[in-house]
């Protein structure tokens, strides 16, 4: 008497990854929402020289405003110096001959100076912008 082993066949297992997928979907936007962006910044430092004593190096780094308002313009160097306060021509324009001669006589003082900050209202029209950065 021989007793015989039945083999069952048996398919091969498949695996289920519906389960695993749907973790993914999940995840990964939590994952790309949560990540920060770093921001790379570049920070200009103007040092003083090492010579000692406020000479022209101060006044290279000092700024030059340009105010610009419906009553007329400012300009201060070094910030918050009035160096002359242009008012309106008498056809209420602005006068931008006498802020181009004003500009001449800082240049005169500091060569080296090439930038320049403009401060304008909120009334003023944009042609008045481009005309103050042309002169």
Do not use: H
Not at 12 to 22: G, L, Q, R, Y
Not at 55 to 79: C, H, I, W
């Amino acid at each position: 008497m021989g007793f015989k082993i039945k083999r069952q066949n048996t398919d091969d297992a498949e695996i289920d990854v519906t389960s695993f997928m749907n973790l993914m979907i999940v995840l990964v936007p939590v994952l790309l929402m949560s990540m920060t962006f770093t921001k790379v910044s570049v920070m200009e430092i103007n040092l003083p020289e090492l010579g000692g004593g406020p000479g022209n190096s101060s006044l290279d780094q000092s700024q030059l405003e340009v105010m610009v308002r419906k009553t007329g313009m400012q300009v201060y160097f070094p910030a918050g110096s009035l160096v002359k306060d242009i008012p309106l021509l008498e056809d209420g324009k602005q006068d931008f001959q006498t802020l181009s001669l004003v500009m001449r006589e800082v240049k005169k003082k500091v060569v080296d100076k090439t930038d320049a900050l403009i401060l304008l209202t909120k009334d003023l029209e944009y042609q008045t912008l481009l005309n103050t950065m042309d002169t």
